[in-house]
Every structure is written in structure tokens, then in C-alpha cells.
């Protein structure tokens, strides 16, 4: 249960003890853990699906926050209101589970075996039987002159307050943000590639010769860096910062190098590395043969079954120091986590020792590493590719005999790591250089993983587990046989952290469940047993139309066929009708198929307004064009967004509103940019040749024509384009669907680059492209992506889901290998010929503009009498003051629906 202590005692009153609400506490045992961060967590959840016969659980943590997922925290940076916590919020209601939010503990006493807190003045004491300790680590502080003026990078708090110091250092100086982010690692670089995605100018100060140098070797950190550089980040390495300099007010202005440079920074984060919050057992070592073991350079030092040198106390997560170390890993914390549940219930598993492998998180750069990297093993052996150029480099790690695998990292393209990472240790199934993909030898080796091989290192799943849990011997509720991915996740926690393991878990459940001649079901819902792309190839042949058409065709059963559908099948359907014909979307029955965006032709934000999205095509306007804009934004008091794609959101219309401001807008020549469609959204370009002396081609030409081109395009899931001018690549064309960089020669075309949960490098399909070539091959991969995709399936996903992945794209793409090139460019003529604005189409038409209206009875002209007043983001009643200086006699309450809102970028 969440709660905030409601003892009534004062800073100068004695601790009162913490009442336990559930039982007698002679019935049962108090466990209390001090922490709430992943650590904590995992242990509640371990001990939970262990059964409360025996304890009552009281978590302690600082933050207001229910514990959440720092492994994410960079999402929390730029997407202010994401949720990050863990697992499932109900185990917190449980009755033998107490979370105690916004109490810090301030003491603890092993002879009586209490835990002091303080929260609002108010000192309160809670007895343990025993007493976990996950309080983590605080993120390290530089030690130099103005490091009080610094930020860092290690709790919900801190990102949120970076975010609004850079929106209101914007707002204040009236231009780019400059940013410095001192620490090279793996944190500093999400740090610094988050200022970028929130509109700053990052520069990154790493005290190493290279980036990232405790995981990656030198020829790593120089491809890294060069990727990183790609990416709009730059960096200096080799001198560490001696000072942070300020102005007279106060005003952060540069960090001072040891070698007198000056970085300019208006704003410094600090993301150096953690130190493990080991304080509360410094000051408990006042009880004579009760003290702490703590290791030479912090943390509390812990045994094999993770306890403490004091009775009663154990010790997980980044605080823990076993074999001197103390690391910040989501994996061996869960493990900790599981050996304390385990020995608390009298068993006696041991720790293993610490995972160090690592994959970085940045959006379209690939970095992993695992294992001895470095090859410090006697007699060991590297092999290595390396592409300078390319910002690619792969090294192997093994044995003397070539045979055993000891390590290996991956930079540029890490698709090597997945299947690797749990062989670390055994023998290789072929020689080393078999698997280093970037060099081009073909398909890597299967990999046949064995039982006891982890491959989910997050949560300690093995290979074994997941073939027992398929096979239906494995621990989950009634032994049944799991086939599908969300229950094999649910089942045996395999992929639910990091992600990383997903896609080899996916290909091992699909090889047991073939083995035991069971064929993996495509069903797209209960009301269609076809997927989808045999649903889209059905209704293309049969040239169906309609919603009902289709289900009285294909529904599984006669109540299916005479059904309504579901929230799956009918917007799946509406997408295949649109990607299929271009009559408009919202006529003849499939206005009730599409979601709340596709139905308003708009997105819903969260307070039930709508934004407007006109089309930019290439980021190019004309000032009269920005000056509509301008004139709508002030007329309807909308909030105005330069987006990430070269555009301009306006936010807080209503439903009502939009055909007024669209007829304002399409009179001015603008159109539809689809923001609400899974469909094209934008085409990102730099200014190429004609502006940049580096450009040597027309990337903003091509990404004009690009956009008119595919717009109004309907997908599986929504499309993003980039195209650079030269290889300095300003428009990250290889984070997006299709990517274009401009040659001396040509275009280079690079597809299934994708941004969101689990970013993706788009790959090289084909290179020194003529124009008409490259549309070409455009139109053939995205209508071979649109007919072949699952529902809701990414590029970069699709793509990985082919069998020969890349390769067979290129083969389809490239080669016609399956003489279906002529039929994609034709379909793909038929779009581009028959395409029509959808808010044009609905201006058009009175009837359609029915939809518009915020009540069904409401009149065609809208009451001036009812004021509509926003209060916490919802639409409340007016006040007598407001009707009065409305002169309103009527007036209404409007409540609008809510609606999750898709990425309109």
C-alpha cells in the first residue's frame, strides 16, 4: 500500500515506532528495506511471488516517486510525462506490502534492529527482523572551482530540472543552448545526446583518450566517436576540465580546460560515474562489534549470499561490494535481489559475480560490449574488423585455440552481440570471424543455445527455462505450453528489462514450437485467423471495400462474421483499405474502423484538445505561408512547436475548431501533414547543396519531392525519411525509415532506421543512385514493406523478421528476385496519381464536416454563448465572474474524451 507516514511527532519528540496494520507482529516477520530504486523492487517482487505467509514487507525510499526504471531515465529527459515504474503498480496495494514514499532514512540501530527516518520533521522508528539495504548509489561531483553551478544525471528529479533549466535558458538568451556534459561513458552520452533531441548544442568532455574507454578499446572509441559526431555531438578527450566559469550574475559561461581552453557551455552536466550510498553504515559502526565491513573505495561489503558482516543485515544493488567491486548493472542487482528472497525463505543460492556487458541506448548508434573485452586473458586472441569510414568496428575475443569465446565488443553494428553474449565462455559453433557481420561474409553461423546458457542476463533467464516454459514444463501457472511472446515474457521475466534479448528469444520460443510440429500462429485477432499481410493480399485480389465485406469473408466463425470486430482487426482493416485505394478514409462505414486521431483527422492530446499539423514538405515555407500560420495561432490562442521534423505543431484546438482553421489553411495553399495517419510524416533534409559549402547535391530538392510524393501514403506504422547532402549527415537520414546521403556520385539509400523504444540503425541498400533509380527503389521497399508487415510493425522490426534480413531486401529490392518490381512501382503510380488532401476532401463535403461537432445536437453555427475555460488540462464550467464578462447566459460543461496520442513528429 502507498502511503506517507502520518505519525504525528515532531523533530524534538522521541521516535514513535511505525505501527504494522495487518497482524500482531509476533505473527510475523518485518522485513524492512531501505531504497526504492530497481534493486528494491525486484527484491518486493521475488519475495512476493514467494507468498506473505511469514512476512510483512515495509519499503522506505526518499523520492516521491514509486520506484521506476533508471535504465530509462534518458526517455524521462525529453518526454517530461513518461512513466518509468517498474512492474506492476498493484503489488504496492497488496496488504502485506508497505511503500513508504518521501522518508529518508537517517539511522540505523543493529542491536535494537530499528531503522530511523525523518520526513517533514517528524522522526519515526521502525523495528526489522531483517533489514535490506538498496539505497544505490548518488552520481559522483567534480572537485573543482564552480562545480556548484553544474547539474547531474541520476534521479527523475534531476532530468525533469535539466529540462526546464534549458527551457528557460532558452527563453532567456533567445538562442541555441549550448551544453557541456563532462563524463564520456555511457550516461554522459545519453545525457548529451537528450540535449540535442530537446534542441541544445551538446559538447561532450571525457578526461580518457577516447569515449566510453572503461568499455571499448581505442579503435571502438574512434569509430564511436565519429558516430557520435554524426550524430550533432562533438567531443573532446585527453584533458580533463579544472574549473567551471561564470559571469558576474552567476551565469554559467564556459568550462576551463587543464590546458586553458575554454569550452563554452551555458548550462554543464556532470555525468562522471556513481559512488554507492554506503553512509548509513559508516554511522551505524557506533554499536562495539555491530560495524559494517565497507570496501576500500566505498560500498558495504557483502558475502556470497549477499549478506552483510551484520547480523540481520543484507546488502543488494550499487551499494553492495562483493570482490571489492561495486558496479551500477541492472543485471547483478536482480540477481542479488533473488539470492536474499532465496536465503530468507532458507535456501542457499550464491552470486555468481558481476556481468559487466554493456549496450548503449543511444538512438542509431549500436554499442555493446561483454565479457573480457579488453583480452587481458593470457595468450588470448582478437579478431577484428574495423571500417574507420563507416564508424564501424567488431572485435571477438577468444582463446588461444581460437575456439573459446572470453569477450568481444561492437560499434556501428552490434547485430553480433544478441546471439553472442550468452555463448561468453564456451565453445563458438564456427570459427571467430564468422561472426563479425560488418564484413560481409555472409550470415553468421546458427547459434544453438544450450539449456544452462543466460540469455536474458537482466533477470537471469536461461536458454533451458525458455525451452521448458515453451514446451510447457516450466514453472508458469499450470505448466500449460506458452506460445506466444507476451506470455513467455509474463511467464519467465526473459526481455522485460533492457529488451536487448527479445529477438533472440522470439527466434528461440518459434524453434521449439516448430520442433514440437506446432505452427506459430499469425492470427492478427479472434476474428481473423490471417495475418496480416494474408488478409491484405485476400482483399487485393478479391478487390473488397468494406469492413463487413471482409469479415463476412474471413471471419474464423459465424459469430466473427456477423460481429462489429475489435480495437485490433478494425483499425488494421481501415489501414488496408487506405493503403489499397485513395477514397477518403472516414467515408462509407470506415470512419467507425479508425482510431480517435483517424477519425478526427487530428491528434488528441492529453487534455482533449486536438493539434493542427500542416505539411512542410522539406522543411521549406514561404514567409506568407508562416505568417497564415502566425495569424491562426493567434486568432485560436494555440501553443506553437518548431517539431524535430522540420515543421510547425499548433496545439489546444478543439474539435469544433478544426474545420475553421483548416479552410484558413488549405486557402492558403497548405495541406494535411498527417500527423494523426500511420503514414508518411516527414521528410527531414539539410539545406544540401544549394546553401552549405559542403553539400553535392540538392538534399532539400530531394526531400521536397520525396514528400509529395509519398504523402497521404498508408502504412503499418508511420514513416520517416531523411536526406542529407553530403556524408556529414545533418539530417540523420540513418535514424529514419528511409534514409538518403547524398555521394559525389549519387545518392546512397539506407533503409530501417527507426527511433522510439528500441532504436535501429537503418542499413545500406543500395549506394551512387541516380534519381530516377532512387525513387524507384523507394517505391518498391515501401509497398513491399506496406503488403508484406504486421500490424503495427516498425521498418527496422520488419526487417529483422525477414528471413536473410538485409539481404533479402536488397535481393526484392534490388534484384526483382521475386519479378514483383513492375507490380510494386505500378501500385505505388496509383498513390501518387489518385492522392487527395484528406482536410480539402472534408472541406469539401458538408456532410463530412458532420464528424466536427462537440455535441451530436449541437447547432451547424456555434454558440457564442458557452465559454469553454481550461483548468488543469480538462474543460470546466465558467465561473459566475466569467459569465458575466462574457455576457453568456448559457453555458456548458464539455468533458472530452481522452485518448492515448501516437508520436506526430
Not at 532504436?759 to 545500406?764: G, I, R, S
Request: charged share 20%; with cysteine.
Amino acid at each position: 500500500m502507498t502511503k506517507s507516514n502520518e505519525l504525528n511527532t515532531t523533530a524534538n519528540a522521541s521516535p514513535r515506532a511505525a505501527s504494522t496494520e495487518d497482524a500482531p507482529a509476533s505473527e510475523f516477520r518485518s522485513i524492512v528495506v531501505v531504497g526504492g530504486g530497481p534493486a528494491a523492487h525486484r527484491f518486493v517482487e521475488a519475495m512476493h511471488a514467494r507468498g506473505h505467509n511469514d512476512w510483512r514487507i515495509t519499503v522506505l525510499t526518499e523520492e516521491a516517486h514509486l520506484p521506476y526504471d533508471r535504465v530509462a531515465l534518458s526517455q524521462a529527459l525529453t518526454e517530461v510525462n513518461t512513466d518509468l515504474s517498474l512492474g506492476d503498480p498493484t503489488l504496492w496495494e497488496h496488504p502485506a506490502i508497505t511503500l513508504v514514499t518521501g522518508e529518508k532514512v537517517t539511522r540505523i540501530d543493529p542491536v535494537l534492529r530499528t531503522v530511523h527516518t525523518l520526513a517533514n520533521g517528524e522522526l519515526t522508528l521502525y523495528p526489522y527482523d531483517e533489514l535490506v539495504l538498496a539505497t544505490g548509489s548518488d552520481a559522483a561531483r567534480l572537485r573543482i572551482p564552480g562545480a556548484e553551478h553544474s547539474h547531474v544525471y541520476r534521479t527523475l528529479d534531476d532530468v525533469w530540472t535539466l529540462n526546464q533549466q534549458l527551457a528557460a535558458l532558452g527563453q532567456k538568451l533567445g538562442r541555441t543552448v549550448n551544453t557541456a556534459v563532462i563524463g564520456g561513458g555511457l550516461l554522459g552520452l545519453e545525457a548529451a545526446a537528450g540535449m540535442i533531441k530537446l534542441g541544445a548544442a551538446s559538447v561532450v568532455i571525457n578526461g580518457g583518450r577516447w569515449l566510453m574507454d572503461t568499455q571499448l578499446d581505442e579503435g571502438a572509441g574512434q569509430a564511436l566517436g565519429r558516430l557520435v559526431a554524426a550524430k550533432g555531438m562533438s567531443a573532446t578527450a585527453g584533458v580533463y576540465p579544472s574549473a567551471i566559469e561564470t559571469d558576474d550574475a552567476g551565469q554559467v559561461t564556459g568550462v576551463l580546460m587543464a590546458d586553458g581552453a575554454v569550452v563554452p557551455a551555458d548550462l554543464v552536466v556532470v555525468a562522471i560515474g556513481v559512488r554507492p550510498r554506503d553512509e548509513l553504515a559508516k554511522d551505524s559502526d557506533g554499536n562495539a562489534g555491530h560495524g559494517f565491513e565497507l570496501g576500500p573505495r566505498g560500498g558495504i561489503v557483502i558475502d556470497e549470499g549477499c549478506a552483510t558482516t551484520v547480523p540481520g543485515v543484507w546488502a543488494i544493488g550499487e551499494v553492495a561490494n562483493f570482490g571489492g567491486m561495486c558496479l551500477g548493472l541492472v543485471a547483478p542487482a536482480n540477481t542479488m535481489a533473488e539470492i536474499v528472497a532465496d536465503r530468507l525463505h532458507g535456501g542457499s543460492a550464491t552470486f555468481p559475480g558481476f556481468d559487466t556487458a554493456t549496450k548503449l541506448k543511444l538512438s542509431g548508434v549500436d554499442v555493446a560490449s561483454f565479457g573480457d573485452a579488453f583480452a587481458r586473458t593470457e595468450n588470448s586472441l582478437e579478431v577484428v574488423y574495423a571500417d574507420p569510414a563507416r564508424g564501424v568496428y567488431q572485435k571477438i575475443v577468444t582463446s588461444a585455440d581460437a575456439k573459446t569465446l572470453l569477450g568481444g565488443i561492437f560499434v556501428g553494428d552490434a547485430a553480433p552481440y544478441t546471439s553472442l553474449r550468452p555463448l561468453l565462455g564456451r565453445e563458438l559453433p564456427a570459427e571467430p570471424g564468422a561472426f563479425l557481420s560488418a564484413a560481409g561474409g555472409g550470415d553468421a553461423p546458427a547459434v544453438e543455445l544450450p539449456d544452462d546458457a543466460i540469455l536474458c542476463s537482466c533477470n537471469n533467464v536461461s536458454a533451458g527455462e525458455i525451452r521448458d516454459a515453451v514446451n510447457g514444463y516450466g514453472s508458469c501457472d499450470g505448466n500449460a505450453p506458452v506460445q506466444d511472446l507476451p506470455g513467455l515474457k509474463a511467464c519467465t521475466r526473459a526481455g522485460t528489462q533492457c529488451g536487448s534479448c527479445v529477438p533472440l528469444l522470439k527466434k528461440l520460443m518459434e524453434g521449439e514450437l516448430k520442433k514440437s510440429g506446432i505452427t506459430v500462429s499469425k492470427a492478427l485477432c479472434e476474428h481473423f485467423d490471417m495475418s496480416r499481410r494474408e488478409i491484405f493480399e485476400a482483399v487485393k485480389a478479391l478487390e473488397l471495400n468494406s469492413f463487413p465485406d471482409i469479415l463476412a469473408r474471413f471471419g474464423v466463425d459465424e459469430t466473427a462474421k456477423t460481429g462489429r470486430g475489435c480495437d485490433i482487426c478494425k483499425p488494421t482493416i481501415a489501414n488496408i483499405l487506405a493503403s489499397q485505394n485513395s477514397a477518403y478514409v472516414l467515408d462509407e462505414g470506415r470512419g467507425t474502423l479508425q482510431d480517435t486521431n483517424d477519425r478526427a483527422l487530428a491528434n488528441m492530446q492529453k487534455d482533449g484538445t486536438y493539434s493542427v499539423v500542416p505539411r512542410i514538405p522539406g522543411g521549406e515555407i514561404t514567409p506568407e505561408k508562416l505568417a497564415v500560420i502566425a495569424k491562426v495561432a493567434l486568432d485560436f490562442g494555440l501553443y506553437t512547436k518548431i517539431t524535430g521534423g522540420q515543421r510547425i505543431d499548433l496545439f489546444g484546438a478543439r474539435l469544433e475548431q478544426l474545420p475553421e482553421i483548416w479552410k484558413i489553411l488549405v486557402d492558403a495553399g497548405m495541406e494535411s501533414g498527417q500527423a494523426y495517419g500511420k503514414s508518411l510524416r516527414t521528410v527531414k533534409s539539410c539545406v544540401g547543396s544549394t546553401w552549405c559549402r559542403f553539400g553535392v547535391q540538392d538534399s532539400v530538392a530531394m526531400a521536397i519531392n520525396l514528400e509529395l510524393r509519398y504523402r497521404g501514403l498508408r502504412s503499418p506504422h508511420k514513416i520517416k525519411f531523411g536526406v542529407s547532402g553530403c556524408a556529414r549527415e545533418c539530417a540523420e537520414a540513418r535514424g529514419k525509415d528511409v534514409g538518403i546521403i547524398a555521394t559525389a556520385d549519387g545518392w546512397n539509400l539506407y533503409v530501417g532506421g527507426n527511433g522510439g523504444a528500441t532504436p535501429a540503425h537503418a542499413q545500406l541498400l543500395a549506394k551512387d543512385l541516380d534519381d530516377a533509380t532512387l525513387i524507384a527503389y523507394i517505391d518498391r521497399y515501401l509497398m513491399y514493406y506496406i503488403r508484406t508487415a504486421d500490424r503495427l510493425q516498425r521498418t527496422a522490426r520488419w526487417q529483422e523478421e525477414l528471413d536473410g534480413g538485409i539481404a533479402h531486401v536488397v535481393e526484392v529490392v534490388v534484384n526483382d528476385s521475386l519479378g514483383i518490381a513492375a507490380d510494386l512501382e505500378a501500385a505505388m503510380g496509383a498513390h501518387v496519381d489518385n492522392y487527395e488532401d484528406e482536410w480539402a476532401a472534408t472541406l469539401a463535403n458538408p456532410e463530412r464536416l458532420r464528424r466536427f461537432r462537440s455535441f451530436v445536437n449541437a447547432p451547424h453555427t456555434p454558440d457564442e454563448s458557452i465559454v469553454f475555460v481550461p483548468e488543469r488540462g480538462q474543460i470546466r464550467p465558467a465561473t459566475a465572474s466569467e459569465k458575466a464578462a462574457a455576457g453568456s447566459v448559457v453555458i456548458a460543461t464539455h468533458i472530452p474524451v481522452r485518448s492515448a496520442t501516437a508520436n506526430q513528429n
